[in-house]
C-alpha cells in the first residue's frame, strides 16, 4: 500500500444493497476506493429512519418501509467486519454510519444504540432535518421547512443550532457537510448574512470543544456549487480555531468514489490549512493523526 497517507475518506461508500439513492454494490464501491488510490475509507452508510413518515417516495415507490430500512443497516453492519478482513492488504477499511436526527425526540438515543450494538469504530454526525422536515431532499420540502421558520434566514439559524445541539449531544469524530443548509438554500438568497454567520461560529465552538473532525465534502462539486462543503469563510474561521479537517466523497456510486478529493486538497491549501486530520486503527481503537497535505 503506497497511498499518500493525507488520501483518506472518512464518509462515503453508501451502496445499493442498503441505501435507495445509491448505485453500486458495496463490494465495488470499495474495490473502486482501491483504484482510487485511498490509503483509508471510511464506510458510512445511513442511518435508518424510523418512522413511515420519514421515508423517501423513491423508498415508498420501491416497496420499501421501515423495517426494510432497519433489517438492511443489520446486515450492512453485520457485513463489514468480514470486508475491513478481505480489503485489509489493499486498504484500511473503518466501519462507520451517518447518523439521522429524526424522530427529534429520539434520535440521539437510537443513534448511540446503533454505535454499540453493531461496535461501529466511529459516525458521522449530519443534519439532513430541520425540525423533523428534509433540507437536502425534494425543494418542495425545503419551501416547506423556510415557511415553517420563517423564510430562509431563520432556517438557516435553525439548521446550524440543530447541528450544534447534535454534535454536543452525540459527539460525532466527523461532522460532515456543515453548510448542506447551501444546496437549495442558495437559490433564494444568501446564506452567510451575519446572523447566520453568528450561528454557524457557534456551532463550530461545539465542534472544536468536542473534538469532531470538519468534512471537506466533494459532493457539493458534483452538485454545481462551485465548492465542497464547506464554504472557505467556514473552513478559514474552523483552521484559524484549531479544528481538524478530513476528507469525504459522500460516495454513492463507483463513478463517485475519490470524485474531487484532489481538488478538495487544493482548496484547503488555498483557505490556508496544510494538514488533515485522519483516523487510523490502533488495536481495537481508532486513533486521530495529523498528517501533513503536501507530500
Ligand atoms: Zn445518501
Ligand atoms: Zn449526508
Same mark, same amino acid.
Given at each position: 500500500?503506497?497511498?499518500?497517507?493525507?488520501?483518506?475518506?472518512l464518509h462515503g461508500g453508501h451502496s445499493q444493497e442498503y441505501c435507495d439513492h445509491a448505485y453500486s454494490p458495496l463490494q465495488e464501491m470499495l474495490e473502486a476506493a482501491v483504484r482510487a488510490g485511498y490509503h483509508t475509507f471510511g464506510v458510512t452508510e445511513h442511518a435508518p429512519? !424510523?418512522?413511515a413518515r420519514f421515508l423517501y417516495p423513491n423508498e415508498v415507490a420501491l416497496g420499501w418501509d421501515v423495517s426494510t430500512l432497519v433489517t438492511r443497516f443489520d446486515e450492512y453492519a453485520r457485513r463489514l467486519p468480514a470486508l475491513v478482513t478481505a480489503f485489509a492488504d489493499r486498504i484500511h477499511l473503518l466501519r462507520g454510519f451517518e447518523?439521522?436526527?429524526?424522530?427529534? &425526540?429520539s434520535y440521539v438515543q437510537l443513534m448511540e444504540e446503533y454505535r454499540t450494538r453493531y461496535r461501529f469504530e466511529y459516525i458521522v454526525g449530519s443534519v439532513h432535518y430541520v425540525d423533523e422536515i428534509s433540507i437536502d431532499g425534494e425543494l418542495q420540502e425545503f419551501e416547506r421547512a423556510m415557511e415553517a421558520c420563517g423564510g430562509l434566514e431563520a432556517l438557516a439559524v435553525r439548521y446550524y443550532q440543530t447541528v450544534a445541539?447534535?454534535?454536543l449531544a %452525540?459527539?460525532?469524530? !466527523?461532522? &460532515?457537510?456543515?453548510?448542506?443548509?447551501?444546496l437549495h438554500g442558495h437559490r433564494f438568497g444568501a446564506v452567510d448574512t451575519p446572523a447566520i454567520r453568528r450561528a454557524a461560529e457557534e456551532t463550530l465552538e461545539a465542534i472544536r470543544a468536542t473534538g469532531g473532525? %470538519?468534512?471537506?465534502?466533494?459532493a457539493g462539486y458534483r452538485k454545481g456549487l462551485g465548492e465542497?462543503?464547506?464554504?472557505?469563510w467556514l473552513v478559514q474561521i474552523a483552521n484559524r480555531m484549531g479544528i481538524g479537517f478530513c476528507f469525504g466523497d459522500d460516495s454513492h456510486r463507483v463513478e463517485h468514489v475519490g470524485f474531487g478529493i484532489e481538488q478538495a486538497r487544493q482548496y484547503l491549501l488555498a483557505n490556508g490549512v496544510r494538514s488533515v486530520?485522519?483516523? &487510523?486503527?490502533?488495536?481495537?481503537? %481508532?486513533?486521530r493523526q495529523t498528517v501533513p497535505l503536501e507530500d
Open positions: 500500500m503506497s497511498a499518500p497517507r493525507w488520501k483518506v475518506s429512519r !424510523v418512522e447518523i439521522e436526527v429524526v424522530p427529534a &425526540a445541539q447534535m454534535v %452525540l459527539k460525532p469524530e !466527523v461532522v &460532515a457537510h456543515l453548510d448542506l443548509i447551501r473532525i %470538519l468534512e471537506v465534502n466533494t465542497p462543503y464547506p464554504a472557505s486530520t485522519v483516523l &487510523a486503527r490502533e488495536g481495537t481503537d %481508532l486513533v
